[in-house]
């Protein structure tokens, strides 16, 4: 079955460290996607990726570092400067940039 | 930029009945518009989208859409709802000017109760 496989599902951060949290596909999309879900405030960009080994800034990129050196991944560093970390991490990829996005299943992230 | 509006935080809506849940965007440049599904501790899945044609967008589990270019508007609608539709609707336009920007509603919560 093709989709997109993130890991882990719960990931608890102490204060001062780096995570990072992974996003595989297996759809031979070519973009693909970071968002972060908080409470009532649906969905915020992070990082995108149109293509292998390029990657742009999204709206909320500070204290965020990505990573795209295959096709089928696009792993998401949380940095010690993120000081508000604890979210709902939802990955992405499409085949077309403007067309449908379809979503991993997330990772939640708290805080220690 | 565009901007999307989901008017109703939370939808209750009894069993059986009938439901809209209500999307408007900004912008009236050329977009494909989206809904969304999330149920609790998931990802978002795709209910339906509009690209071009057919103004009424039919999708899964028995949910539709009718895009109004004049209103900026694509709400989504149900004649009779289940108890398992209760989930979280996220509305979300592409702006077809500014590519890899989806553009998401804050979400709607729909409670079907008994």
């Known amino acids: 079955d093709g989709g997109i496989t993130q890991s882990p599902k719960y990931l608890f951060r102490k204060e001062g460290q780096n995570v990072t949290l992974s996003c595989e596909q297996n759809l031979n999309h070519d973009a693909m996607y970071w968002y972060r879900q908080d409470p009532g405030q649906g969905l915020r960009l992070i990082y995108y990726?149109?293509?292998?080994?390029?990657?742009q800034k999204g709206d909320i990129a500070e204290g965020y570092s990505v990573s795209r050196e295959k096709k089928e991944s696009f792993p998401l560093t949380v940095t010690s400067a993120q000081k508000n970390p604890t979210a709902f991490y939802l990955c992405?990829?499409?085949?077309?940039?403007?067309?449908?996005?379809?979503f991993g299943p997330g990772t939640r992230l708290l805080v220690l | 930029a565009q901007s999307v509006t989901q008017l109703d935080s939370q939808v209750p809506v009894f069993e059986e009945a009938p439901v809209e849940l209500r999307c408007n965007y900004s912008s009236s440049v050329s977009v494909y518009l989206f809904w969304y599904v999330q149920y609790p501790n998931q990802g978002l899945q795709l209910l339906l989208k509009?690209?071009?044609?057919?103004?009424l967008v039919k999708g899964i589990n028995g949910f539709e859409a009718e895009f109004n270019k004049s209103q900026t508007s694509f709400h989504l609608r149900k004649p009779s709802v289940h108890i398992s539709d209760t989930a979280e609707y996220f509305c979300a336009v592409s702006d077809l000017y500014n590519f890899n920007k989806f553009y998401f509603g804050s979400g709607t919560k729909l409670n079907v109760k008994p």
């Open positions: 509009y690209l071009s044609g057919s103004t």
């Open positions: 992405a990829s499409s085949d077309r940039p403007q067309e449908t996005q379809y």
């Open positions: 990726s149109q293509i292998v080994n390029d990657f």
